[in-house]
């Protein structure tokens, strides 16, 4: 079963659907149907947009097998330790050129990240503040002792 298969079973069987009655909203057969689902044949590119709104997901979600759930690509390396490490005493170690003068060997917390960029807040001899900074000038993190 490909990717592309696997995902229109699954929907269809979500939304309580037997392979005839979507083969019938789809105007093919249901032979048609299961060899999509086993991956045998691949849907032509001009149904894409129609499996999908039957379905009720985005063609993208269809399409791109990194795409594990409606409309949001799994959680990944980077992301994946920005996201363990949300509220947690870390210190962040920058590339020589992406120093940022008011993090260097500050303990912070990583407050939220989306995408490229994270808010950290800290408490520095300036007083507590909080910067959005780009996740690329980050070279590692460590996690820090929390505070009892």
């Known amino acids: 079963m ?12 979500d939304l309580g659907m037997t392979q005839t009655e979507f083969a019938d909203k789809m105007s093919v ?11 045998t044949v691949m849907p032509d590119i001009d149904k894409i947009g129609e499996i999908a709104s039957i379905l ?3 063609c993208d979600y269809l399409l791109k097998d990194e ?10 390396g980077v992301s994946r330790l920005l996201q363990s490490a949300m509220g947690k005493v870390v210190r962040l170690n920058f590339f020589d050129e992406e ?13 939220d990240f ?8 800290a408490i520095t001899k300036k007083g507590r503040i909080e910067k959005l900074i780009p996740v ?3 070279l590692s993190l460590e996690f820090g002792k929390e505070e009892d």
């Open 2 to 13: 490909t990717e592309l298969g696997n995902k229109i079973a699954m929907k269809r069987k």
């Open 29 to 39: 057969t249901r032979q048609t149907v299961s060899r999509w689902e086993a991956g």
């Open 56 to 58: 009720g997901v985005s």
């Open 67 to 76: 795409m594990t759930e409606v409309g949001k690509a799994p959680v990944k």
């Open 99 to 111: 120093a940022d003068i008011d993090l260097y060997n500050t303990d912070c917390r990583i407050m």
């Open 114 to 121: 989306e995408g490229n960029w994270m808010k950290v807040e």
């Open 136 to 138: 690329s000038s980050v």
